[in-house]
Every structure is written in C-alpha cells, then in structure tokens.
C-alpha cells in the first residue's frame, strides 16, 4: 500500500461533489426570534441549542426579577418623555416576563428607595440582552451560526 492507493483514495473523495447546504427558511427564523422574545431562551431551546437556552431562560428572568426586587421602575411608553421612552423599549425586550409584571401591577419603583438606579438598570439591561438573543437565535436559525 504505497503512494498510488492514498492517491487514489484520494481522487475518489475529491470527485465526490459538495453537498448543497439546506436553504435558510426565513419563516423559520422569525419564529425563532419571536419564540426567543416571549420565552428568554426558547429561541434556542426549539432550535436544539439545549445549552444556551437554558442558561438564557434561568438568566434574563431571574436578572429582570432582581430589578424588580430591588424596587426599580417599569417605565410607561410616553412620547413626551424621550429617555423614558427608551427605557420602556428596552424593558419591553423582557417579553413574557415583562407582561406577568405589568399585568401584576409590579414594578411601580420606589424613587426614595436607595436601590432604586440599580432595580432600573437591572430590568433595562435584560430587556436589552434579550433583544440580542433574539437576533442570535435568527442568526442561528438562518445558519449564519
């Protein structure tokens, strides 16, 4: 078994052609990011990405509940008020969690309380984060990922 059998091994594995890759499905990929907007993490979780969805799907709501506790604010979508407008979009990126709270009546905010920034902040920046995994549970669906 000399050089011309590795050669020839070869030449067959080179004629063989390239399987195409699957055409992305666009419906497919808008579903997932809805799924991953209304459900932190279920995105990934119905494409098979079985880790990052359940971290994604214990993080993002345990950190939008720690904003909650520590007595930060849900802000309310007024046009008037830019910044808070905002603040409103992002927490509006929490999805499911975001509306049991609304729907609860929780995130009134204490503005005296000492914690109050951080509560805000907390709630923002999952709402933010869960913005970013939904377009990288589109990406992972389109194949980009």
């Known amino acids: 078994m000399g050089r011309k059998s590795r050669d020839s091994r070869r030449s067959r594995v080179a004629a063989t052609p390239p399987r195409p890759a699957p055409a992305p499905d666009a419906g497919r990929a808008l579903a997932a990011a809805a799924l991953a907007w209304v459900i932190p993490g279920g995105g990934h979780l119905w494409l098979g990405r079985r880790q990052k969805g359940l971290i994604f799907l214990v993080a993002l709501p345990v950190m939008f509940a720690i904003g909650l506790w520590l007595e930060g604010r849900l802000f309310p979508f007024d046009p008037g008020r ?64």
């Open 82 to 145: 830019p910044l808070d407008l905002l603040a409103a979009f992002a927490d509006l990126g929490n999805g499911l969690p975001y509306l049991i709270a609304t729907v609860a009546g929780l995130g009134e905010g204490r503005v005296v309380a000492a914690t109050f920034e951080y509560g805000n902040t907390f709630t923002i920046v999952s709402g933010l984060l869960n913005m970013l995994v939904c377009l990288d549970a589109y990406d992972v669906a389109l194949g980009r990922k």
